[in-house]
């Protein structure tokens, strides 16, 4: 079955900017995760979704936010873009409600602003 | 606040010798603790899991071990072959309900097995 499909995989944006960024979830995975992987601060949690409801976040400012539409899409949104945003951006998705059936992450969108 | 350390940041081998990562958690309420290998350029890939009611789990080469005591848990590798070059995180998912969906990353482990 398909993986994880996350889009665009490259995004050049201006500070300023705002950007959205696409996860499709492996068919039947109700649970999405985000994640920012820098070289500096690792892999840090920015939320989770779950039949369409924010479950968590993680500590982000504002300006990202998320949201998952009833096929278990999510997307997620960065806006007034500033430098420090870029990174790669990572989606995950899990089969069901107990993240014990583990996460299987996307490819990444590597999102650069300058 | 959650956080996991893990040690080595970099770790480099002779092909056939054995490799450890040692991780250490703070939330004792932890449950889940997933090791992912990530290649150069690729998503990170779920390589061994190990839950808090279990002490050690072993797939193949690879092996996981838990001390909840300590709040330590370590992965072992055996018979390094080279492809098993590339960036080991470890994880720990905090207990609670707040929590769900998210998983605390270890820095990484960048190891290389020289041929």
């Known amino acids: 079955k398909a993986g994880v499909t996350q889009t665009p995989r490259y995004l050049i944006k201006t500070r300023g900017q705002q950007v959205t960024l696409s996860c499709s979830p492996i068919?039947?995975?109700?649970?999405v995760s985000w994640y920012q992987q820098t070289p500096g601060q690792g892999l840090q949690f920015l939320f989770e979704?779950?039949?369409?409801?924010?479950?968590n976040k993680g500590n982000f400012p504002g300006r990202f936010s998320g949201r998952q539409f009833s096929n278990s899409r999510s997307e997620m949104n960065v806006s007034t873009l500033e430098l420090g945003d870029s990174a790669l951006y990572l989606c995950?998705?899990?089969?069901?409600?107990?993240?014990?059936?583990?996460?299987?992450f996307g490819s990444g969108t590597r999102l650069t602003v300058v | 606040g959650e956080n996991v350390e893990q040690h080595p940041s970099t770790l480099s081998v002779q092909e056939g010798d054995s490799a450890v990562i040692k991780c250490t958690y703070s939330?004792?309420?932890?449950?889940?603790f997933p090791w992912y290998k990530q290649e150069l350029g690729k998503r990170p890939q779920l390589i061994i899991d190990?839950?808090?009611?279990?002490g050690e789990k072993k797939d193949q080469r690879i092996a996981v071990t838990l001390n909840k005591t300590a709040k330590h848990f370590s992965l072992h590798i055996t018979e390094t072959q080279p492809e098993d070059s590339a960036v080991y995180f470890c994880?720990?998912?905090?207990?609670?309900?707040?929590?769900?969906?998210?998983?605390?990353f270890g820095q990484g482990t960048t190891l290389q097995v020289k041929p």
């Open positions: 995950a998705s899990s089969l069901g409600e107990d993240l014990h059936y583990g996460y299987t």
């Open positions: 068919s039947g995975h109700r649970s």
């Open positions: 979704y779950f039949s369409e409801t924010q479950r």
């Open positions: 939330d004792s309420a932890s449950n889940y």
């Open positions: 190990i839950r808090s009611n279990v």
């Open positions: 994880a720990a998912h905090p207990g609670g309900s707040s929590n769900t969906g998210k998983l605390i």
